[in-house]
């Protein structure tokens, strides 16, 4: 059975960090490609990050220089690293597996930036 289970969520003030880890089983998690996604009511679920298997990053244009995904093939993690937080960040943040057409997402985590 896969699990993707998201920890790390919280509130945090403005200009804060925060630091997500995802735990992932079930999966030949060195195969996978690993992203970050979040999602606020009423809008569509987007990319923030993602992280081949050969540790090549991606991240949205919102998050570049602020947010930064590693993986730990060791461990089956994968990170994110979200630094000088601001409220537009605050969403739901869902981990995300994906091997060609084969995708799996965590339950995910709450993350509110707020004074």
């Known amino acids: 059975q896969v699990q993707l289970v998201e920890s790390g969520g919280g509130l945090v003030q403005p200009g804060g960090s925060l630091r997500l880890s995802c735990a992932a089983s079930?999966?030949?998690?060195?195969?996978?490609?690993m992203g970050w996604y979040r999602q606020v009511p009423g809008k569509q679920r987007e990319l923030v990050a993602t992280i081949t298997e050969g540790d090549s990053t991606n991240y949205a244009d919102s998050v570049k220089g602020r947010f930064t995904i590693s993986r730990d093939n060791a461990k089956n993690t994968v990170y994110l690293q979200m630094n000088s937080l601001k409220p537009e960040d605050t969403a739901v943040y869902f981990c995300?597996?994906?091997?060609?057409?084969?995708?799996?997402w965590g339950q995910g985590t709450q993350v509110t930036v707020s004074s």
């Open positions: 079930g999966i030949t998690f060195r195969l996978y490609v």
């Open positions: 995300n597996a994906a091997w060609y057409s084969t995708t799996y």
